[in-house]
C-alpha cells in the first residue's frame, strides 16, 4: 500500500485499521517533500522531527487499544498565515520573518486534538496579498504543472503541495480567492466556507470582514473530512457562527435530482480563455445529466467586485498591518543605518526623507525593510481611502456596494440552489507575466472576490485541461451555511470524472 496514491478518506481508514502505521505514512510524504520541493517551494518550514515524533505517539496508541482521532495519521500542511506554537509563523514577510507564536491558532489546535500530523508551514504570498505566490519574501512556488507558472495565490504553496502529492491535505485562507483560484490553477480541490464557519483565532489578519479558512485536498470528498474537524463555534472569536457542525462526509451521499445551478452569462464575456470556457460548459453538462437543472441568473453588480475589493481589503490591511512597526510587532531596523541631516535638521531613513526623531525614523525604516512592495501599496492605497475627505468617497461608498453584491446574491438564491461557473478566466499564467501589471494581477480574482464581500461559501474542483496540459477549475458558490451541497455536488461531479485524479508528471 502507497501511501501516496491514497485519498485523505482512505488513509485515515488504513491507519485505523492498521494496515499502514502513522510514521510510514508520513515518512512517505516528507519523503517525496526532499524529492521535488526544491522545484516547488511550497514550504518554508518543514518539522520532520515534529511530525514523525507525532506519528509514533498515533502508533503507540492505537497498539495500545486507545482512542484515536478522527484524522489520526493524516498529514496536514498548514499556511504559513495559521499561527502555531512549535514552528515560525512569518506570513512569508520580512516582517516576522523571526516570530515564534505563543500558542496555537484554533485550526491548529482542533486539527492536533484529531490526531492530524501537521508536517509543515507552506508558502504563501506575504500576508496572503497576491494571486500568483510571487510576492513571497522567500521564494516564488512553482505550478506542479509547469514549473515556469504561478500556482496562484496567496495560498499558493498549500495548492502546489497538495497537486505534488507532498501533503494529502492543507490548510489555506482565502481573502478574495486565495483558496479557490490557486485550486484551480494547481487541479485540486479547495473550499471557502461561510464567513464564520471556520475560527479566525490565530490567523494572522490580512482583512479581518473578509478572511476565512479552509481546506484544499485532491477531492471534495477529503474537504467534507476535514471540515468535520476545523468547522463549529469558537468562543474566543466574535465572528464565529454558533452553529453544529453537519456530519459533511455522510452527507455526500444524497443524489443531485433537482438540484438548481444558476449560471451567469456575464461570466463568459470577453476576457475569459475560450479553453477555459468549454471545460465549464462541459462541467454544467455533466451536471444536468447528474440530475441537476441549469437556469440563467444575475449578478448585476458582480462587475463592481474588483474595485469594491480592493477598496475594503486595502483599508482593512492598513489598519491591520498598522502594529507592525518595529516597536510593538516586527522586523526592527538596526540603529545607525539610516543617512542622518546635519544636525538640527532631523532625521533621514532614506535621502530626501526627513524625520522629527529617531523613533519616527525607526518606525519608518523598520516598515519599509519589513514590508515588500505589494503589500506597501495596499497598505498606501488603504491609509489614502481611510484619510480625511476621502472616507466617504471611497471607504463608505464600497461598504454601501458590498450591500448590493450581497443583496444580488440572496436574490439570486430564490430561484437556484447553486450558481456555477468559472474560477480563474485562464489557466495557469507564466511566471512574471503579470507581476509588473497590478491591475492584470487583481483581475485573476474577478471571479472569486464577490462570495467573500457577500460572506458566502464557495468551491473550486478541476473540471478539464487545456491543449497545454493545465487545469481548469470549476467554482460553485452556495448561499450561508450551504457547505454541505456544496461539497454533495463536487463530489457527484468527481464520481462522474476523473479530472481531481490525475497527476503532475514531476518526478522524484
Request: hydrophobic share 40%; net charge neutral; aromatic share 8%.
Amino acid at each position: 500500500m502507497q501511501p501516496l496514491d491514497l485519498s485523505a478518506v482512505d488513509l485515515v481508514a488504513a491507519v485505523r485499521q492498521g494496515d499502514v502505521s502513522a510514521v510510514q505514512c508520513t515518512e512517505a510524504f516528507l519523503k517525496r517533500i526532499e524529492q521535488v520541493d526544491g522545484r516547488v517551494n511550497a514550504f518554508l518550514k518543514v518539522d520532520r522531527e515534529g511530525a514523525l515524533a507525532r506519528a509514533a505517539a498515533i502508533d503507540a496508541r492505537r497498539k495500545a487499544g486507545g482512542p484515536l482521532g478522527p484524522l489520526a495519521g493524516l498529514p496536514v500542511a498548514v499556511k504559513d498565515v495559521l499561527c502555531t506554537a512549535d514552528m515560525p509563523t512569518t506570513c512569508a514577510s520580512r516582517m516576522l520573518e523571526n516570530f515564534l507564536p505563543p500558542y496555537d491558532a484554533e485550526v491548529v489546535r482542533r486539527l492536533r486534538a484529531a490526531d492530524a500530523v501537521i508536517v509543515g508551514k507552506t508558502n504563501m504570498d506575504e500576508f496572503a496579498m497576491g494571486g500568483s505566490n510571487e510576492n513571497s519574501a522567500f521564494a516564488t512556488v512553482h505550478n506542479p504543472w509547469d514549473l515556469t507558472r504561478a500556482p496562484g495565490g496567496s495560498s499558493g504553496g498549500s495548492a502546489a503541495c497538495v497537486a505534488a502529492d507532498m501533503a494529502p491535505v492543507a490548510i489555506g485562507s482565502d481573502t478574495g480567492g486565495s483558496i479557490r483560484q490557486p485550486a484551480a490553477l494547481c487541479g485540486i480541490t479547495g473550499l471557502k466556507p461561510t464567513y464564520g464557519t471556520v475560527s479566525r483565532r490565530g490567523l494572522i489578519a490580512f482583512a479581518s470582514s473578509l478572511d476565512q479558512i479552509g481546506p484544499m485536498a485532491r477531492s471534495a470528498a477529503d474537504c467534507a473530512l476535514v471540515m468535520e474537524t476545523i468547522a463549529g463555534h469558537d468562543a474566543g472569536d466574535s465572528t464565529s457562527l454558533p452553529h453544529a457542525v453537519p456530519r459533511y462526509t455522510e452527507l455526500l451521499e444524497q443524489p443531485l435530482t433537482g438540484l438548481r445551478i444558476g449560471r451567469v452569462a456575464a461570466h463568459f464575456a470577453e476576457g475569459l480563455d475560450p479553453e477555459v470556457a468549454r471545460g465549464v460548459e462541459e462541467a454544467f453538462a455533466a451536471f444536468k445529466a447528474a440530475g441537476a437543472t441549469i437556469h440563467e441568473v444575475e449578478l448585476p453588480h458582480a462587475k463592481y467586485g474588483i474595485p469594491t475589493y480592493y477598496l475594503i481589503a486595502p483599508c482593512e490591511a492598513s489598519s491591520n498591518l498598522a502594529r507592525y512597526d518595529g516597536a510593538h510587532y516586527g522586523h526592527r531596523a538596526e540603529p545607525g543605518k539610516g543617512h542622518r541631516a546635519e544636525p538640527g535638521k532631523g532625521h533621514r531613513a532614506e535621502p530626501g526623507t526627513t524625520f522629527d526623531s529617531p523613533l519616527a525614523e525607526m518606525y519608518c525604516r523598520s516598515r519599509a525593510e519589513g514590508f515588500g512592495p505589494e503589500v506597501k501599496r495596499r497598505i498606501m492605497l488603504g491609509t489614502y481611502a481611510l484619510s480625511a475627505g476621502y472616507y466617504d468617497a471611497y471607504y463608505a461608498k464600497a461598504l454601501r456596494v458590498r450591500r448590493l453584491i450581497r443583496q444580488d446574491y440572496l436574490d439570486a438564491f430564490q430561484q437556484v440552489d447553486l450558481i456555477g461557473g468559472p474560477t480563474s478566466a485562464t489557466a495557469a499564467f507564466a511566471l512574471g507575466e503579470k507581476s509588473n501589471d497590478p491591475l492584470a494581477m487583481y483581475l485573476v480574482d474577478m471571479y472569486t472576490v464577490t462570495a467573500n464581500l457577500a460572506g458566502i461559501g464557495g468551491i473550486s474542483f478541476p473540471c478539464g485541461f487545456t491543449k497545454a496540459g493545465l487545469p481548469i477549475g470549476f467554482q460553485l458558490q452556495g448561499p450561508a451555511l450551504a457547505e454541505p451541497l456544496l461539497l454533495r455536488a463536487a463530489d457527484r461531479y468527481q464520481r462522474l470524472t476523473d479530472w481531481h485524479l490525475r497527476r503532475p508528471k514531476l518526478p522524484a
